[in-house]
């Protein structure tokens, strides 16, 4: 199976933009690469997917590198309420989660 | 409203004892997961099934038990064999398990094994 690999932890500032990677240089052709968010206690929210090409949602963009290799999902102004931890997801069958990156927001 | 539901939100057992946690969804998705989570760790695969009547191990299979007898459900078996039962379980649905679409979550079942 296809991994992922992901910064534990990142910080920002309300109202600035984050971007978050994610690496998966064994992605397959048919794989879709999704993200999803989880706070505590609960079940994971999808955020976005796509699968060559950069996509934008009223949540956020997923920006999609040439060779599919990585990928970065871009919140364009953090708030207090993005601070949860993000998972970068290869969908190929299966949803293969990683270990996530904790998104902390400061004030 | 549609949406997967996972019941009961906590539940308490005795070493030894087999327990079993309930995933419903009524949005029509013919792919289901059940995952384990422990404290600060990510979420990992116990099983899946694609369709009714099928379904594969994950990458932690071992002690637990499943069934898909209808495709609106997806009942996790956790048996006297899984050596750390305690873990909070969430299930999780989607139209298929091979192309690009969203999968939905239950809100999770904290379990404890005393």
């Known amino acids: 199976d296809a991994k992922t690999t992901q910064p534990n932890s990142m910080e920002s500032n309300e109202e600035e933009p984050v971007h978050l990677p994610c690496n998966h240089s064994t992605i397959s052709g048919t794989d879709y690469i999704h993200w999803y968010r989880q706070l505590p206690s609960q079940g994971p929210e999808y955020v976005i997917h796509?699968?060559?090409s950069n996509v934008n949602n009223r949540m956020a963009s997923l920006a999609i590198a040439e060779d599919r290799k990585s990928s970065t999902l871009i919140l364009h102004r953090a708030t207090l309420r993005d601070a949860a931890v993000y998972y970068c997801?290869?969908?190929?069958?299966?949803?293969?989660f990683g270990q996530g990156t904790e998104l902390s927001v400061k004030p | 409203d549609g949406g997967i539901t996972q019941s009961p939100k906590y539940l308490f057992r005795k070493e030894g004892q087999n327990v079993t946690l309930s995933c419903e969804q009524n949005l029509n998705h013919d792919a289901m997961y059940w995952y384990r989570q422990d404290p600060g760790q990510g979420l990992r695969l116990i099983y899946y099934s694609q369709i009714v009547n099928d379904f594969q191990k994950g990458d932690i299979a071992e002690g637990y038990s499943v069934s898909r007898e209808k495709k609106e459900s997806f009942p996790l078996t956790v048996t006297s064999a899984q050596k750390n039962p305690t873990a909070f379980y969430l299930c999780?649905?989607?139209?298929?398990?091979?192309?690009?679409?969203?999968?939905?979550f239950g809100q999770g079942t904290r379990l404890t094994v005393v």
């Open positions: 997801i290869l969908q190929g069958g299966k949803l293969i």
């Open positions: 796509g699968l060559t």
């Open positions: 999780a649905s989607s139209t298929t398990g091979a192309l690009g679409t969203e999968a939905f």
